[in-house]
């Protein structure tokens, strides 16, 4: 038995996992396996993938984190009483990935027939509602019954109007249509979506539960992590999955041996070595000398003073402070960062922060007086 082009074409173009084998079978005879080609092309294409793509959990099992939450929803889909989610918290904590867990879980292989995903990269204005989430809504899949999914990821950069007009749709098709809402910030959300939704909030992954997925995706991979270089990654993903595997895979192209040096050099960010010199100038060396050895650091290392700021915050953390003067730098500092997001001069937020040290060693040494 042959395989027409027509065939060939419709397997390749399928929406079915790109690892599972590719067969035809009409449900009489013995069903044609595939030539092997279409497997390898699959398997080639997954090499070049994002890991957070590649290695994006299957299934609720598959998540590493929120046992509660996705227990919850697990309970939800069994016993065909799903309602509107609305899924929020900060990046990389696996909104996504359980969202499109549950809708493998409910439709299988063919979810993506059964599902609109929306993101940040498309228009997200009223018309859209109008028309695109609208038509989907409104229209049954063929052979098919149950619900259908909308997930709106990033829904907090929606406009007001657009949300507005959401909340009607919502409404109007809940016989047909399940809502999946994920922000990172729920305030952005009005509260007449809210109301409609059952919320869950993600929170940042423990370094323990990033550490589980890495160890798995390095022993897949072969890359050479050394344990410094591992906590360095810890450290600078800040419970975020994402960046994590994102600064995983882009040491592992430009080095053999993923160490802490190499995961510095891959982000930009400042070393800890760094951070600390810089700190003890601005505690130690007089003013004008500790302004021109950070500005020449800062030259020759490339470091912006946002990131600066960011790690000073997190080492002077762990220094001991007499409270009062503890307040006085987290205040200044939060100041400084501020002015940075609205655009002010660096020159001069680096004089004010090597400032606020000199004023804050200065307090140190004087009793403290309540007033």
Known sequence: MTISDEETQMIVDSDDEPLAP?????GKGKAVVVDATFKNSAVAGEEHLPWIEKYRPASLADLVSHEDITSTIERFIDEDRLPHLLLYGPPGTGKTSTILACARKLYGPQYKSMILELNASDDRGIDVVREQIKNFASTRKIFSTGFKLIILDEADAMTQQAQNALRRVIEKYT???????ICNYVSKIIPAIQSRCTRFR???LTEAQVDQRLRFIVESEGVD?????????L?????????????LQACHAAYDRV?????????????????ETIVNWM???EFTTGYSQIKRLQTEKGLALQDILTEVHRFTSEIEFPPHVRVFLFDRMADIEYKLATAATEKIQLGALLG???LATDMATKPFVKG
């Open 202 to 204: 993600f929170s940042p």
């Open 356 to 358: 606020t040290f000199k």
């Open 235 to 247: 450290t600078l993903s800040c419970g975020d999955m994402r960046r994590a595997l994102n600064i």
């Open 283 to 285: 505690l130690t060396e």
């Open 175 to 181: 016989r047909n249509v399940r809502f999946c809402i």
């Open 225 to 233: 992590l050394t344990d410094d270089g591992k906590k360095a990654l």
């Open 259 to 275: 160490d802490e040096n190499a995961v510095y050099a891959c982000t930009g960010n400042p070393h800890p070595r760094d951070i």
């Open 22 to 26: 590719a067969r035809l079978d009409k």
